[in-house]
């Protein structure tokens, strides 16, 4: 298979909404919707919703976006994630598929230490290795899949210590040595200028904007000087003044709007589709707030296409150890590695926490109702040095697990509900109190 499939006019995406259950009531009824894009973790091939169903049926493209893949971690992508996502491209006769670049859970046998999830999308540092390693797992993906990819930039609350590049050299090696396409996020660039003072300006002027596939618009809100990349806010001027930047430079074949958490009226969605419209009929930038960045020496072309690795690619166990302390850090309470803004890494931390509370509310929403107001709290405690071991359902669990071990909710009927939520999930009878004092005891052990 070619690693530089091309896209040509008769994929010109159009105006998109991202599609999600809580508003594909509104989203069938927006005018002018030419495409949405689904979670491709949400879609069942062999069951789709009857919703999107419709949507196909008028002719509106379907684009599955995944989010689980981790192209930017140092291992490989995990073959039934790939063939999971190219089933979904084939029942949804979709025209691409789309990722991110970005790691989502590390550790692990190339580390020999357990394996973390991230439960979100994390930055990749660039540098050499990163992008040698990326290549790779980039090519593996479009060898596996159906039809072209692109891949997505993402929002960072951190900078790596000694990156070898900016984000759009970064992303311009990419796409020349893969041939893969690109999801520009608007946003994103946003939220990078915020966070990282890097410039949008700069970052499109170094992009092969002709790679582009489509642009992801969003909202988000500024809290403290940092930038929250939150899908639940509107489009703030500023997003908008970088989108027009971009169309200043080129005609993106498809724009989307994405929202994934409180959700407004569809009035509210339609005029925030409508200002996008209106930034793209007007190809003159509107001016971007902030300085620029400095260019810095992009990587050598003198290095070529990254070879094929082994298991033992030092490039890989680089990468491996250096994510694997950081997403420690994150998750697991260990001390920041050396490098990293101690006071960024709080932010980003608990960032990671609240966001797993507020999805384990939702695949779990007994949780909250069971320990009132006292869930939040609860779960953050829990969370502040316990990684998830498998996925949200399992957190929900193992958080239901610990409470109980340490006989809490203190409210005997809480407990006895809770208790019984527990059982008929795991499939057990709650451990016993010999056994949680005995396990108390021993992370008390383990601890000093």
């Given at each position: 298979m070619s690693h530089a499939p091309q896209l040509g006019n008769a994929h010109r995406l159009g105006i998109g909404i991202g599609w999600r259950p809580e508003i594909a009531e509104a989203v069938e009824a927006l005018p002018g919707i030419d495409w949405v894009e689904a979670v491709a973790e949400n879609v069942c091939p062999d069951h789709l919703p009857d919703s999107l169903v419709r949507?196909?049926?008028?002719?509106?493209?379907?684009?599955?976006?995944?989010v689980s893949l981790g192209l930017g971690g140092a291992g490989r992508p995990d073959t039934k994630r790939l063939t999971d996502l190219a089933e979904r491209a084939e029942a949804l006769g979709s025209p691409l598929v789309t990722e991110h670049i970005a790691f989502v859970r590390a550790g692990g046998p190339l580390t020999a230490s357990p394996a973390l999830e991230?439960?979100?999308l994390l930055p990749v540092p660039r540098t050499k290795d990163a992008l040698?390693?990326?290549c790779e797992?980039?090519?593996i993906a479009q060898d596996c899949l159906p039809v072209p990819l692109a891949v997505e930039n993402i929002a960072a609350l951190i900078n790596w210590p000694d990156e070898e590049m900016t984000e759009g050299q970064f992303l311009a090696e990419l796409v020349e040595r893969t041939g893969v396409r690109l999801l520009i996020d608007v946003a994103n660039l946003h939220t990078n200028h915020v966070n990282r003072g890097e410039d949008p300006a700069t970052a499109l002027?170094?992009?092969?904007?002709?790679?582009?596939?489509?642009?992801?618009v969003a909202g988000g809100i500024e809290r403290d000087g940092v930038w929250h990349d939150t899908h639940a806010h509107p489009v703030s001027e500023p997003v908008l003044a970088v989108l027009a930047e971009l169309r200043s430079r080129v005609s993106p074949p498809g724009v989307l709007l994405e929202r994934d958490d409180n959700f407004p009226p569809p009035a509210e969605l339609s005029a925030e589709l409508t200002a996008i419209r209106e930034t793209l009929r007007t190809p003159g930038p509107r001016p971007?707030?902030?300085t620029s960045v400095a260019p810095e020496s992009g990587p050598s072309r003198q290095d070529g296409p990254a070879a094929p690795t082994t298991t033992t690619d030092p490039a890989r166990?680089?990468?491996a150890l250096a994510q694997a302390s950081l997403l420690s850090a994150l998750v697991a309470g260990t001390p920041a590695p050396e490098g990293f803004d101690s006071r960024r890494l709080g932010v980003q931390s608990r960032a990671l926490g609240a966001k797993r509370a507020e999805v384990v509310a939702?695949?779990?929403p007994e949780l909250p109702r069971i320990l009132g107001g006292g869930y939040r709290a609860a779960f953050l405690a829990y969370a502040k040095s316990r990684p998830m071991r498998g996925g949200y359902r399992r957190d929900a669990l193992d958080f239901a697990e610990h409470l109980l071990i340490g006989d809490l909710p203190e409210d005997p009927a809480a407990r006895r509900e809770l208790t019984q939520w527990w059982r008929d999930r795991a499939g057990a009878r709650p451990p016993s109190r010999a056994v949680r004092i005995a396990r108390v005891a021993r992370a008390v052990l383990v601890g000093r």
């Open positions: 949507l196909r049926a008028r002719g509106v493209t379907v684009v599955p976006h995944g991230a439960g979100h040698r390693v990326l797992n980039v090519r002027d170094q992009l092969p904007v002709e790679a582009i596939a489509y642009v992801h971007v707030r902030g166990q680089r990468l939702k695949v779990a």
